[in-house]
T-cell receptor, first 115, second 113 residues
């Protein structure tokens, strides 16, 4: 029944070692989002794809990159993780449409730890 | 102007009581207001949402009250249960949900027996 699937659920990497987080969806939604959530904080939007159009938030560090090879998959690449990048990373999807969009559906996240 | 201010930061309610969480916004272009519920180790899940053409929406024990002139909306949880203990986020977006959500900072609700 899972509609937004994130892998892995837990990821441990070393300081400075590149890491890739993945997200897949079975909803055929045209928008996919990546959020960073630190403990006791709200999700912080990093970027989103509207179909293949990439939209980066102004304050997202260059260290964070994303790829969306097709409708179903989206990847978050952290090129050189620092200790401050330890967080839960959430993927979400929605269907943008006229007259109104559909709610965002979140995956259960990947908990990233940096050694 | 893009902020959504949420209060209280934490809330303790007796089982069977009413939990009330409030949010306020400035951007009058916001036209979609969802509430998300998040349990530890899980992603946020949509609880209930409202658009500004109505002042109240009820789904089971959960009610959103919306005051357009005051630019405020609130979540009421009636007959609160220990299973409702979670973090609740209000959010807002423009263009009827076709743009990214702006989240409040969250309220940690504890319902005690």
């Amino acid at each position: 029944d899972a509609m937004v699937i994130q892998n892995p659920r837990y990821q441990v990497t070393q300081f400075g070692k590149p890491v890739t987080l993945s997200c897949s969806q079975t909803l055929n939604h045209n928008v996919m989002y990546w959020y960073q959530q630190k403990s006791s904080q709200a999700p912080k939007l990093l970027f989103h794809y509207y179909d293949k159009d990439f939209n980066n938030e102004a304050d997202t560090p260059d260290n964070f990159q994303s790829r969306r090879p097709n409708t179903s998959f989206c990847f978050l690449d952290i090129r050189s993780p620092g200790l401050g990048d330890a967080a839960m990373y959430l993927c979400a999807t929605s269907m943008a449409s006229d007259p109104g969009g559909q709610p965002q559906h979140f995956g259960d996240g990947t908990r990233l730890s940096i050694l | 102007q893009q902020q959504v201010k949420q209060s209280p930061q934490s809330l303790i309610v007796q089982k069977g009581g009413i939990s009330i969480i409030n949010c306020a916004y400035e951007n009058t272009a916001f036209d979609y207001f969802p509430w998300y519920q998040q349990f530890p180790g899980k992603g946020p899940a949509l609880l209930i949402a409202i658009r500004p053409d109505v002042s109240e929406k009820k789904e089971g024990r959960f009610t959103i009250s919306f005051n357009k002139s005051a630019k405020q909306f609130s979540l009421h949880i009636m007959d609160s249960q220990p299973g409702d203990s979670a973090t609740y986020f209000c959010a807002a977006s423009i263009n009827s949900g076709n743009t990214p959500l702006v989240f409040g900072k969250g309220t940690r609700l504890s319902v005690i027996a």
